[in-house]
């Protein structure tokens, strides 16, 4: 193997987004919301080690918002990157179920 097949080789490339764009939303502070969050960070430092961004949407003070991701049910996991879009409903206490959701394999 010559340097060109060492700059070429993909092998050792993670594939990965840097970083994964996520969106909880919730309505209020209830209790169930307030575990989904609990559960997410818990997850996401598990998981991602720091590789996430997590943007809390409350429903109550904007409620428009639930169309752009035909939010159906609270609390909802929207999985925005890495594509494609994937979505987990409930307080996320069921981690493998949430790492399935999210297409998210444990390290």
């Known amino acids: 193997m010559n340097a060109a097949d060492d700059l070429l080789n993909t092998d050792d490339l993670e594939l990965e987004p ?4 996520l969106r ?4 209020g502070q209830t209790p169930k919301c307030l575990t989904a ?4 960070k818990r997850l996401c430092e598990e998981h991602l080690e720091g ?5 809390v949407i409350d429903l109550l003070q904007n409620p428009q918002l ?4 035909q939010i159906l049910a609270i609390p909802t996991l929207v999985r925005r990157l890495p594509n494609p879009l994937r ?3 409930g307080d996320l206490s069921n981690e ?9 394999r444990p390290r």
Do not use: C, P
Request: negative net charge; aromatic residues 12%.
């Open 18 to 21: 840097l970083v994964w764009d």
């Open 24 to 27: 909880l939303y919730v309505a």
């Open 37 to 40: 969050f609990a559960n997410l």
């Open 51 to 55: 590789r996430y961004s997590i943007e």
């Open 66 to 69: 639930a169309e752009g991701d």
């Open 87 to 89: 979505k987990v409903i």
């Open 96 to 104: 493998e179920r949430v790492l399935v959701g999210l297409d998210l």
